[in-house]
């Protein structure tokens, strides 16, 4: 959700909620001004009937005529203070009941005790509040509207920089050598990010730096020993005057180095991928380089051990051509170290993507593991259990989608090249 | 023919030397430093140089660079530990011929000098005769005892190798290595080494020609002429 939608929605809802408090504490104070208002006509107009009956003028016949005022006899015990209640009376005039207001009061005359009530229409008052509270919502209404304008107009002028910082950093590339330089904020807690964020970057910069370096060192560190160990191994097996056991020992040593040394350029590789020290990209034909790797494994297909098929659309990708050479040659291996002997591997690419699937038994692991370092068939040595992680991570690091499905006796790798397809982008 | 080996690693620089003076027309001369190297470059001149990039005193990148200035017809391998794309890229622009990364096989390193000093001095036309063999590296023409011969690509490379390795040893992993490349660890067994061996000792035998390879049991084989 936006920064702008969020506010906005949060404007909205709490206005509603304090409109509608106000509306009802408004409500409720105007009902009681207006009802105090009423009561004290009742109580001024009381003692004008009560004058008037002590100036004997009163006429109940007449009195009682009107709607609005009601004398009857009453016992002298009856004699009470006076009370107000609400009541509705029938209008005849309006052919309807209406709220009224009545005061009911006991008066003591020379001519006996009275029992009084006086009425009074609570019809313009109703209306009043009828008014104010349908005044009240267009307030609301109007006062949301001009709130989301003002918001949005704010929002623009003192969010502008913070945008601004957005884009930048996030376009920002670490193992380019620039350093990140941000606008200048004229509000001092964007300024306080902006100092904050190139702090930060120049720091990661600095670090990212020093693990290339360290990956670069490292493989230098241990590569060079390997090398003397491998040649060591290599002259000895020159000598002449060895026997059998003994050459069978050097080879030994030298498969195991070369095992090693395979290991280690592996994890450097991953190192390098999740370094993302393969920046260039290129236009590449994913048939060519299929067909190349093909070409390769040739020499191992003509022992009669493996058997290749394939079926190959042109597909051109933007893409690091030694990612792609990598991804596609630990794919290739995957399949055949895994497949049954004799068994053939399916390679296909079709609507940008690449499906390689080999027959084989199902995984002796969970399918999530797969994909992470050293997870490999017991029964099966070779592989060093890291060319899938290879895979995923050059996947993940262009965003392509892979996956692994197994049925009928099949493993299936399907790869979606679609995000880096130029086919797709003309489209 | 001369070579500078540009390394400073002892221990390697002096395994190296000793594996391409088992070839007698090979001369290895070994500088540990990027100063020494200047000097003995300055001295001499040497038909093909390997050089290490990360020296002690510098980087062989700008041993490379002064190479070219002086004398731009000696051939220049790079061997690094450093598999790095840049350092790959930045090497072969700067005008090496070759890029290996270490830890590599000495008789991949001896194949690869031995067709860059082809390349070079003979313009890769001229043909590669040991007794009735004779192969043109240029169009990858077998010819035995003046008849053509067959060969699969793989066959070609094999024997290629086993040639510009004779009399060494050559184990069946840098074997299987130097025709398989990356794919080799798909192979549990390095059977696919023998059947390519079985299928080239038989064309060859059959073509009338003597039979040179001969197995080491238990570790590879070797070209004997």
């Known amino acids: ?427 | 023919m001369r070579i500078l080996l540009v390394e400073d690693e002892k221990e390697l620089a002096s395994s190296i030397a000793s594996y391409l003076k088992t070839n007698e027309k090979i001369d290895c001369e070994i500088a540990a430093t990027l100063d020494r190297a200047i000097e003995q470059c300055e001295l001499y001149d040497f038909d093909c140089f390997l050089v290490d990039i990360g020296l002690p005193d510098g980087s062989g990148l700008d041993l490379i660079k002064k190479i070219k200035e002086k004398n731009n017809k000696a051939g220049i391998i790079i061997i690094s530990a450093r598999d790095s794309l840049d350092d790959r890229i930045d090497g072969l622009n700067i005008g090496a011929d070759d890029y290996l990364v270490k830890p590599f096989h000495f008789s991949e390193l001896n194949a690869r000098i031995y067709s860059l000093i082809r390349r070079l001095k003979l313009d890769g036309s001229s043909r590669l005769d040991i007794n009735e063999i004779s192969i043109d590296p240029q169009s990858r023409e077998v010819k035995i005892n003046n008849i053509v011969l067959v060969l699969t690509k793989s066959e070609y490379n094999l024997l290629f190798y086993l040639i510009t390795n004779k009399n060494h040893v050559l184990s069946k992993t840098s074997i299987a290595e130097h025709l398989a490349g990356d794919y080799v660890d798909v192979m549990d067994s390095l059977d696919f080494v023998y059947l390519h061996i079985k299928n080239l000792r038989k064309k060859m035998i059959k073509a009338g020609c003597e039979d040179y390879i001969k197995t080491i049991y238990g570790v590879g084989y070797k070209f004997e002429a």
């Not at chain 1, 006996?112 to 609301?140: C, H, M, N, P, Y």
Request: hydrophobic content about 40%.
């Open chain 1, 1 to 427: 959700m936006k920064l702008l939608t969020k506010t906005s929605l949060l404007i909205i809802t709490a206005s509603i909620f304090i409109f509608w408090l106000g509306n009802i504490v408004f409500f409720i104070v105007t009902r009681e001004v207006i009802q105090k208002q009423i009561n004290s006509d009742l109580m001024t107009q009381m003692s004008g009937v009560m004058t008037r009956i002590n100036k004997g003028a009163a006429d109940y016949e007449v009195i009682n005529s009107f709607d609005e005022i009601n004398i009857t006899d009453a016992l002298p015990e009856a004699l009470h203070r006076p009370s107000f209640r609400d009541t509705v009376l029938y209008n005849a005039s309006q052919q309807r009941y209406i709220a009224h207001r009545a005061l009911n009061f006991s008066y003591e005359s020379a001519e006996g005790a009275k029992d009084i009530t006086l009425f009074k229409s609570l019809l313009s008052s109703d209306k009043l509040i009828e008014r104010i509270t349908l005044f009240s919502v267009i307030l609301l209404i109007s006062f949301i509207l001009v709130i989301l304008i003002l918001n949005r107009y704010i929002f623009e002028n003192v969010w502008s920089g913070f945008s601004e910082s957005l884009v930048q950093t996030d376009t920002y590339n670490f193992s380019s050598s620039e350093k990140l330089i941000l606008e200048k904020s004229e509000i001092e807690e964007f300024e306080q990010l902006n100092l904050m964020l190139e702090e930060l970057t120049e720091r990661i910069q600095h670090d990212y730096r020093n693990l290339k370096e360290l990956t670069a060192n490292t493989s230098h560190e241990i590569q060079t020993p390997l090398a003397i160990i491998k040649g060591k191994a290599e002259l000895l097996l020159q000598s002449t005057n060895m026997d059998k056991e003994n050459m069978e020992a050097i080879n030994t040593i030298l498969a195991t180095v070369n095992r090693l040394a395979k290991l280690n350029q592996s994890l450097l590789l991953i190192t390098k991928i999740e370094n993302r020290q393969f920046e260039e990209s290129s236009l590449v034909q994913l048939k060519d380089v299929l067909e190349n790797s093909i070409e390769n494994l040739e020499v191992l297909i003509g022992s009669g051990k493996y058997n290749l098929n394939y079926k190959l659309e042109s597909c051109s990708l933007n893409i690091n051509k030694n990612l792609l050479d990598i991804l596609i040659s630990n794919l290739l291996k995957n399949a055949l170290i895994h497949s049954s002997k004799n068994s053939a591997v399916d390679i296909i690419i079709k609507n940008n993507k690449l499906a390689v699937s080999n027959p084989g038994e199902p995984l002796p692991f969970h399918e999530d593991k797969l994909f992470s370092r050293f997870t490999k068939n017991a029964l099966n040595t070779s592989g060093n259990g890291i060319g899938l992680e290879i895979v995923k991570k050059i996947c993940e690091f262009y965003e392509i989608d892979i996956s692994y499905d197994y049925s009928e006796g099949l493993h299936f790798f399907i790869v979606d090249f679609s995000v880096i397809s130029t086919h797709n982008n003309i489209l």
